[in-house]
């Protein structure tokens, strides 16, 4: 199992500029996720997957879009980067979304400049 | 408005002894807490979790203890070794969250076991 997987690692962008954050999982998960870790503020829910076609909104969903056509995976749009975008993007999984263990991805490092 | 709320940055601690990490939180209508652990260039692992019905869970080397009259719960390792070394996330859950897997987290406190 690959488990959490998430591309690119790295990402720098101009304002304005839109982008795909890839997220799969191999592990048949219903619940995905995405969260943000910015300094001084912890990892804050962007949005969020109970099973494919279902999407909700987290805490920070503004400039953020997602989908989920498959159970593998989760990608995270965004459609106008902006300089508030940058942060540390982490994508998580569990069987269910009440299931204590949540698998994180690696992380996608992303600068927008 | 940070609702979980990590106080101490930083901790060190030397090989064998405790580790104490703390956390409080704000929301009364939390009712799950669970800690996570990081390495760098990595994402958080799940550590431990406590329901708000219980005061104590305990795995192996890690303890967390609930106080709900205070909001505040208490990462406990022993004995601390160097491995321990990561930042460590304490998360809540509630209905004010959405429930489930929809956590708040705190901001994190650096642990460095020293040999």
């Known amino acids: 199992n690959a488990g959490v997987t998430q591309t690119p690692k790295f990402q720098v962008l101009k304002t304005g500029q839109s982008m795909t954050l890839q997220c799969a999982q191999d592990?048949?998960?219903?619940?995905m996720s995405w969260y943000r870790q910015d300094p001084g503020m912890g990892l804050r829910l962007i949005h969020y997957?109970?099973?494919?076609?279902?999407?909700d909104q987290g805490e920070v969903p503004n400039g953020y879009n997602v989908s989920r056509s498959t159970t593998e995976d989760f990608p995270l749009r965004l459609l106008s980067a902006a300089p508030s975008q940058t942060s540390v993007y982490f994508c998580?999984?569990?069987?269910?979304?009440?299931?204590?263990?949540?698998?994180f991805g690696p992380g996608t490092r992303l600068t927008v400049l | 408005d940070q609702q979980v709320k990590q106080n101490s940055p930083s901790l060190s601690v030397q090989e064998g002894r405790i580790s104490i990490l703390n956390c409080d939180y704000t929301n009364s209508m939390f009712d799950y807490f669970l800690w996570y652990k990081k390495y760098p260039a990595e994402g958080p692992t799940f550590l431990i979790s406590i329901s708000s019905i219980k005061d104590k869970n305990e795995d192996g080397r890690f303890t967390v203890f609930l106080n709900k009259s205070a909001k505040h719960l208490s990462l406990h390792i022993v004995p601390s070794q160097p491995g321990d070394s990561a930042v460590y996330f304490c998360?809540?859950?509630?209905?004010?969250?959405?429930?489930?897997?929809?956590?708040?987290f705190g901001t994190g406190t650096q642990l460095k076991v020293e040999l």
């Open positions: 998360a809540a859950s509630g209905m004010v969250t959405g429930g489930g897997n929809k956590l708040t």
């Open positions: 592990m048949n998960h219903e619940y």
């Open positions: 998580a999984s569990s069987y269910t979304e009440y299931t204590d263990t949540q698998y």
């Open positions: 997957s109970v099973g494919a076609g279902i999407t």
